[in-house]
């Protein structure tokens, strides 16, 4: 057995990876991130620690909320495929749709940080609100990214992980070729596939 399959991190430990992805796949991400450090910089220096740590809290707990998420999410598509593969799949429908966007917006965890961002903004200064400009791209720039990433990590996980806990289980290798090339286009980049090559090659040939 891999037992790379069983590594588990906690949700703290798999978001600061993903937002490393992110960094490296995205062209626009690192620079957006960088105005967010340096915005954080100015709001540090004028509220002080104490004010900004229950904050930047906040911000980790809402993006663990959507990694946990449509991560599951990713996951159980793969097995609903599998024990319906005639079934519409999440490829049929757009992103809000297939990562059930309004549900996870309504997640207690997800609410209850959301909701302290909120109160940390309406708190600000309106010359502290424009340096705020700069954190709310990277909040929105990092959900929309995110959310999708964390998706298709899960699905490529169970792809892994379901063949020891489903009976008879085999990935979809055809619907796992279509999400990849379906994010490839999206982020502009080669990702990882995370599939055996060889059984990949014969299932395709067969």
Not at 65 to 89: E, V
Not at 193 to 204: F, M, N, P, S, W
Request: aromatic fraction near 12%; charge should be negative; glycine fraction near 4%.
């Amino acid at each position: 057995m891999n037992t790379q399959v069983l590594t588990i991190l906690n949700a703290e430990e798999m978001l600061t990876k993903m937002v490393s992805v992110i960094e490296g796949i995205s062209t626009e991400f690192p620079r957006i991130k960088e105005e967010y450090e340096q915005a954080l910089l100015v709001l540090r220096r004028e509220l002080g620690d104490e004010k900004i740590k229950p904050f930047l809290d906040a911000i980790n707990r809402r993006c663990e909320a959507d990694l946990l998420f449509c991560g599951n999410l990713g996951y159980q598509s793969n097995l609903k495929n599998f024990r319906d593969p005639i079934a519409r799949t999440f490829m049929d429908v757009d992103f809000e749709e297939y990562l059930r966007v309004e549900v996870l917006q309504r997640m207690p965890q997800r609410q209850e940080a959301e909701a302290e961002i909120d109160a940390f903004y309406h708190s600000l200064s309106d010359e502290q609100k424009g340096v705020y400009d700069a954190v709310s791209s990277y909040l929105v720039s990092l959900e929309l990214d995110l959310t999708k990433l964390a998706h298709y990590a899960g699905f490529m996980f169970a792809n892994n992980m379901l063949k020891y806990t489903e009976p008879g289980y085999v990935p979809n290798y055809v619907l796992t070729l279509h999400y990849q090339s379906f994010m490839e286009k999206w982020f502009g980049v080669k990702l990882d596939l995370c599939l055996e090559t060889d059984k990949q090659a014969e299932v395709l040939s067969a």
